[in-house]
T-cell receptor, first 114, second 116 residues
Framework: AQSVTQLDSHVSVSEGTPVLLRCNYS??????LFWYVQHPNKGLQLLLK??????LVKGINGFEAEFKKSETSFHLTKPSAHMSDAAEYFC????????????FGAGTRLFVKA | DVKVTQSSRYLVKRTGEKVFLECVQD?????MFWYRQDPGLGLRLIYF???????EKGDIPEGYSVSREKKERFSLILESASTNQTSMYLC???????????????FGAGSRLTVL
């Protein structure tokens, strides 16, 4: 069975400080891992994707994530938060078990203070 | 640059009404999906389709049906709307997955349905 746990429902940072959004996963098979972002009243947009190539994945808008198999984690980071980063972020796991199965985390809402 | 279009952004319906949510994609994607999004629950899959006239139940299909008569269009139908179906509905599409990993989902902007 597979699952995704986003460890924080809300994260608040000040503009210019680092961002860390945590995600742990459980999967019996080699997973593909994604981070999506959702701005208010918008659909989800892909930030980055891991599919068994480099373990450090760079995405859009300065975000990156590191796949750590031993820790079953895929945390999202950004060195310096911007006001426009305020949004909800979803960690997503997909495995191919004879058909693709996709599980979404519950989401982490990021607040950025001026 | 619009790729996945959901026809209605906001709808208000009464209990027992039939509701149609339409989704159209212009990327020639094989796969299309309907998700429901509720606070604290993330996205839950209602139905998906890998091809025209093909449909598969997702995790929460009860109370919903779908139709895919053309490759680019995937409709979600609530035969008799109920208050517990008040939610945000998101349509997505993707290319058929490959052995190297699943393909990216492209989402529409969402349809917020309120059932009174």
């Amino acid at each position: 069975a597979q699952s995704v746990t986003q460890l924080d429902s809300h994260v608040s940072v000040s503009e210019g400080t680092p961002v860390l959004l945590r995600c742990n996963y459980s999967s019996s098979y080699s997973p593909s891992l994604f981070w999506y972002v959702q701005h208010p009243n918008k659909g989800l947009q892909l930030l980055l994707k891991y599919t068994s190539a480099a373990t450090l994945v760079k995405g859009i808008n300065g975000f990156e994530a590191e796949f750590k198999k031993s820790e079953t984690s895929f945390h999202l980071t950004k060195p310096s938060a911007h006001m426009s980063d305020a949004a909800e972020y979803f960690c997503v796991v997909t495995t191919n078990t004879g058909g693709f199965k996709t599980i979404f985390g519950a989401g982490t809402r990021l607040f950025v203070k001026a | 640059d619009v790729k996945v279009t959901q026809s209605s952004r906001y709808l208000v319906k009464r209990t027992g009404e039939k509701v149609f949510l339409e989704c159209v994609q212009d990327m020639d994607h094989e796969n299309m999906f309907w998700y429901r999004q509720d606070p604290g629950l993330g996205l839950r899959l209602i139905y998906f389709s890998y091809d025209v006239k093909m449909k598969e139940k997702g995790d929460i299909p009860e109370g919903y049906s779908v139709s895919r008569e053309k490759k680019e269009r995937f409709s979600l139908i609530l035969e008799s709307a109920s208050t517990n179906q008040t939610s945000m509905y998101l349509c997505a599409s993707s290319l058929r997955g490959t052995v190297s990993g699943a393909n990216v989902l492209t989402f529409g902007a969402g349809s917020r349905l309120t059932v009174l």
